[in-house]
């Protein structure tokens, strides 16, 4: 679903990436579907769906418990979802509140699963119990798969809420 903005802002589009930048890194801005979204750049290529830490300079790094835990992953504010794909460098805008929103996920994804973060640090949530446990995330479809697939969640501000194994 795409989305765009309910704020006066010139040139907002959370749809499209560049190779420039256009606004402040960290700048926040509301858009439909409930959403919230902070202009970052990417710290490699990024694909839709993947959940991203973002660092306090507004780079946006593909979420691992690594970067979870360095990043401050208690803090929503770091934690953002990619809704189309960027390349490396590139500048945009990641999702972190909204409904409808694109989420990587494997395992048996249901509404009302617990979700965890992928063990391949790949960006992806699963169902399987892993490295970290994730709050703030409600799936709005079902899939039942080994591999990822992008569905649909409903976000408030994203967060880690406990990791074991990190390292």
Do not use: H
Not at 72 to 79: C, K, M, T
Not at 101 to 112: D, F, K, L, R
Not at 114 to 133: F, K, P, Q
Request: proline residues 2%; aromatic residues 8%.
């Amino acid at each position: 679903m795409p989305f765009f903005t309910t704020q006066s802002a010139i040139g907002v589009d959370f749809n499209t990436t560049n190779t420039t930048a256009l606004f402040t890194l960290n700048d926040i801005k509301l858009g439909s579907g409930d959403s919230e979204w902070v202009y970052v750049k990417a710290s490699g290529a990024l694909l839709t769906g993947q959940m991203v830490t973002i660092a306090a300079g507004g780079t946006a790094i593909l979420a691992n418990t690594t970067n979870l835990l360095s990043q401050g992953s208690q803090n929503a504010n770091n934690i953002g979802f990619v809704q189309g794909n960027f390349a490396d460098q590139d500048f945009g805008w990641v999702a972190r509140r909204g409904v409808g929103v694109n989420v990587m996920c494997s395992g048996t994804a249901a509404p009302n699963a617990i979700l965890y973060l992928a063990t391949n640090s790949n960006g992806g949530i699963s169902t399987t119990a892993a490295s970290g446990t994730l709050a703030g995330i409600l799936l709005l479809a079902s899939a039942s798969t080994a591999s990822l697939v992008i569905t649909t969640a409903i976000l408030t501000w994203p967060r880690c809420v406990n990791i074991a194994n990190a390292g």
